[in-house]
Nanobody
């Protein structure tokens, strides 16, 4: 049974920072690729950043140079450091993981999902 648990969300003003964490407490799988997705009310879920088991990262254009994804394989933990936050970053953020190498931006390629952590950025 997959259990990914996110934490670190909250409310900040524009320009602020947050650090999200995602722990796989079950250690049931060896995750090849992990990613952060987000979903704002009334919008589709979108990929924010992804990272493979070797540490190679990919970002959506709107968060490049502001967000940094990282992972600690020893403790099965994924991170997302978010700096210079903007109101448009407001969303529920989800951690996702896959054992294969499917396209990182496609949610259907991910078999493990967390329950989400809310990020709210005020102007």
């Amino acid at each position: 049974q997959v259990q990914l648990v996110e934490s670190g969300g909250g409310s900040v003003q524009a320009g602020g920072s947050l650090r999200l964490s995602c722990v796989d407490s079950k250690y049931a799988y060896t995750w090849n690729y992990m990613a952060w997705f987000r979903q704002a009310p009334g919008k589709q879920r979108e990929a924010v950043a992804g990272i493979d088991s070797g540490g190679s990262a990919t970002y959506r254009d709107s968060v490049k140079d502001r967000f940094t994804i990282s992972r600690d394989n020893a403790v099965n933990t994924l991170y997302l450091q978010m700096n210079s936050l903007k109101p448009e970053d407001t969303a529920m953020y989800y951690c996702a993981a896959q054992t294969s190498s499917g396209a990182w931006s496609n949610p259907s390629n991910f078999r493990g999902w967390g329950q989400g952590t809310q990020v709210t950025v005020s102007s």
